[in-house]
């Protein structure tokens, strides 16, 4: 643990590990724990998290997504729909509740209304574990450095100017991400060298570093 009580995992299996440390996380946060998951990396954890889980615990998550772009399900963009084409949700892989993000009939407005009802109706106001990834950048989510919507105060925000395509993304806000009890972010690849090194000496200009109870999963090897 580093002097800001972050957790450090060095590991050549970081999807494994990750899956035990949340695995572990859900068993302590309730009969029907709230999980947010974003794309990439992080999705892929579901896979191993599902055989971590009995079949009444994966059934009894409630899950929703730490950002999404809004692009049709079937665009190869899409977070949720990789995640159902992969089976690691969906249909075949059913869990208590889904939240989605972003539906294909919604407009931008339609769909910060629909989640901020859902995140006050089914997830109290609340999450209790964050599976992350971690941009090149130190961004989380669709929170990148220096952006309003790291500001942003309600628990859901549309931004239309993200520094990565696509342009027009749906997220999470920091307010909500704070609730979380257990955050766990997958960062792999020697392209996430440079902001884990930034992360461990403490620089706040990077979205990662303002996410509390963090244990961060890395295949990089280099001294916390």
């Not at 998550?61 to 049709?72: G, H, I, Q, S, Y």
Request: aromatic content about 4%.
């Amino acid at each position: 643990m580093d002097v800001e009580g972050r957790r450090w995992e060095t590991t050549d299996e970081p999807l494994e590990r990750a899956a035990e440390i949340v695995a572990r996380a859900l068993a302590t946060s309730g009969d029907a724990p709230r999980l947010a998951v974003a794309g990439g990396s992080a999705a892929q954890v579901l896979g191993p998290l599902r055989v971590r889980l009995t079949q009444a615990g994966w059934r009894a998550l409630r899950v929703t997504w730490v950002d999404e772009r809004c692009v049709p399900s079937d665009d190869e963009s899409s977070n949720r729909g990789e995640a159902y084409r992969q089976g690691w949700l969906g249909p075949g892989a059913p869990v208590g509740l889904e939240v989605p993000l972003w539906l294909d009939r919604d407009t931008p407005e339609d769909a910060v209304r629909r989640v901020t009802q859902a995140l006050t109706d089914e997830l109290e106001g609340g999450l209790d574990v964050l599976l992350l990834g971690m941009g090149e950048d130190g961004h989380v989510a669709s929170l990148f450095p220096g952006h309003p919507a790291l500001d942003a105060q309600g628990w859901v925000t549309v931004i239309d100017d993200s520094p990565k395509p696509p342009a027009r993304r749906i997220t999470l806000t920091m307010p909500l991400l704070a609730t979380a009890r257990h955050a766990v972010v997958v960062a792999t690849g020697e392209g996430k060298l440079s902001a884990l090194l930034r992360l461990r000496d403490g620089d706040l200009s990077l979205p990662i570093a303002h996410v509390p109870h963090l244990t961060v999963v890395t295949d990089q090897h280099f001294a916390k």
